[in-house]
T-cell receptor
Framework: EAGVTQFPSHSVIEKGQTVTLRCDPI?????LYWYRRVMGKEIKFLLH????????ESGMPNNRFLAERTGGTYSTLKVQPAELEDSGVYFC??????????????FGPGTRLTVL | AQTVTQSQPEMSVQEAETVTLSCTYD???????LFWYKQPPSRQMILVIR??????QNATENRFSVNFQKAAKSFSLKISDSQLGDTAMYFC?????????????FGKGTKLSVIP
């Protein structure tokens, strides 16, 4: 069974440009999460989807970030326009969605975003 | 708000020896879960071990065990018989139980190197 996949693995863009990150969760996983790790800091929660609905988006830093999960399968995270402080590693995770907080979150390899 | 502190940015251990990674957390919640995740170099983050706060017994998974001290809000990870494959970043994480959103709160991580 394929794990969580993320694309691209690395993206380098200029300040002011737009970037879209993609996450494909494990097949059948209803829960999908986005996290971000800025250099030297903790991994921070961004948001949580249950199927196509946003369950919790309390971690989204501002309105330059837009996450979607149309059809409840893969998810995209768009940053528009990108700023220097958006640089970091963006992780996606998925879990089965039994409604249990004990569901293990399986992480993808991350997308390293560099904003110049 | 919950915080997780890992006070050891880097550690090293000789192969076959035992090492303990420390983690403390701060919360006013009574029901929660604690986790240790491992991210090997250039690989995905995986769950090592999980502890439910209501359980007094410390969790163990093969060579990995925890020392959970709820009153002290401490959750250390012990790795016995260290192997080269244990070289990785180790993240301590926290999740509130029953909050509806299963966001993880992470520490900054400890980089563990196992020396042959």
């Amino acid at each position: 069974e394929a794990g969580v996949t993320q694309f691209p693995s690395h993206s380098v863009i200029e300040k002011g440009q737009t970037v879209t990150l993609r996450c494909d969760p494990i097949s059948g996983h209803d829960n999908l999460y986005w996290y971000r790790r800025v250099m030297g800091k903790e991994i921070k929660f961004l948001l949580h989807f249950v199927k196509e609905s946003k369950q919790d988006e309390s971690g989204m830093p501002n309105n330059r970030f837009l996450a979607e999960r149309t059809g409840g399968t893969y998810s995209t995270l768009k940053v528009q326009p990108a700023e220097l402080e958006d640089s970091g590693v963006y992780f996606c995770a998925s879990s089965q969605g039994q409604g249990l907080s004990t569901d293990t979150q399986y992480f993808g390899p991350g997308t390293r975003l560099t904003v110049l | 708000a919950q915080t997780v502190t890992q006070s050891q940015p880097e550690m090293s251990v000789q192969e076959a020896e035992t090492v303990t990674l420390s983690c403390t957390y701060d919360t006013s919640e009574n029901n929660y879960y604690l986790f240790w995740y491992k991210q090997p170099p250039s690989r995905q983050m995986i769950l090592v071990i999980r502890q439910e706060a209501y359980k007094q017994q410390n969790a163990t998974e093969n060579r990995f065990s925890v020392n959970f001290q709820k009153a002290a809000k401490s959750f250390s990870l012990k790795i016995s018989d260290s192997q080269l494959g244990d070289t990785a970043m180790y993240f301590c994480a926290f999740m509130i139980s029953g909050a509806g959103s299963y966001q993880l709160t992470f520490g900054k991580g400890t980089k563990l190197s196992v020396i042959p």
